[in-house]
């Protein structure tokens, strides 16, 4: 098993780290059954990825035993955006779906203790298929036996189908929503479409409130947001060119996925 390190995890302000450790007792409330909880959002750059990683963060703060799973096998920053260092090769997901490494070798240990991760891996030409085989099945079967939480980080919904694929191994889901920016009505539309799916929906999260007492909020919508990320913006998802193939997230205009 690999150990890696997250180089870029700074201290988290006291008002943002409560925050999550509201989140991690609303989880514990949803009861034991809730191992593997998915998270996505509408589009890019609504921070789940972020909120993955900190919450990972604070239950195993909490002496739980969790893993963190990169869904994202069209465009992961994970390791480009937290500094990931290791001492070998970093094999992930799509090495392990596609019969090229065993479940072992793609499970890294960290140095936030009782946290583990797999990243995602090289981008592959058929990630939804590989997401919906028998791999991946047995991979949450295995790891239900082995962590507390599985936190399963997965594309954006509002733009490719591969977190309703995910769904299916899922005990709960949770929408990331970036306050201010994505439509009352594109919620909606994701909310349905995870219904659809039979997954139980935990709750959502806006995030990126302004929590400044200058803070001030319009509730004005781009319209244009929805189309952008369907059509040119994602027509380049899962390219990468200075970082091989983990990408490097200055290339995507300062998107957090």
Not at 33 to 61: H, M, Y
Not at 123 to 152: A, C
Not at 189 to 204: P, S
Request: proline share 3%; glycine share 10%; hydrophobic share 30%.
């Amino acid at each position: 098993m690999n150990k890696v390190e997250f180089g870029k995890l700074d201290k988290l302000e006291y008002n943002i780290n409560e925050a999550y450790k509201t989140l991690r007792t609303n989880l514990s409330f949803c009861g034991d059954d809730v191992k593997v909880i998915l998270f996505t959002s509408c589009t890019p750059n609504e921070g789940k990825s972020t909120v993955s990683i900190r919450l990972s963060q604070a239950l195993a703060e909490d002496n739980k035993k969790v893993i963190v799973i990169d869904a994202d096998l069209r465009k992961s920053v994970l390791i480009g955006r937290h500094g990931i260092t290791g001492e070998n090769e970093i094999k992930g997901l799509s090495h392990y779906l596609s019969g090229q490494a065993s479940l072992d070798d793609v499970i890294c240990e960290t140095n936030i203790d009782g946290m583990s991760v797999i990243f995602a891996g090289p981008v592959t030409p058929n990630p939804t298929e590989l997401l919906g085989n028998k791999y991946f099945n047995r991979m949450i079967d295995t790891l239900r036996g082995q962590y507390d939480y599985i936190i399963i980080d997965a594309p954006p919904l509002g733009s490719v189908i591969d977190a309703a694929i995910i769904t299916k191994v899922c005990d709960g889901a949770i929408i990331v929503i970036e306050n201010n920016v994505i439509s009352y009505r594109f919620a909606q539309d994701v909310k349905k479409q995870l219904e659809m799916t039979d997954c139980k929906i935990l709750g959502a999260i806006l995030n990126k409130v302004d929590t400044g007492k200058n803070g001030y909020y319009s509730g004005y919508y781009k319209g244009y947001y929805k189309k952008r990320y369907y059509g040119k913006k994602y027509g380049s998802y899962g390219k990468y060119e200075k970082y091989g193939e983990y990408g490097n997230p200055e290339q995507y205009d300062g998107i957090e996925n």
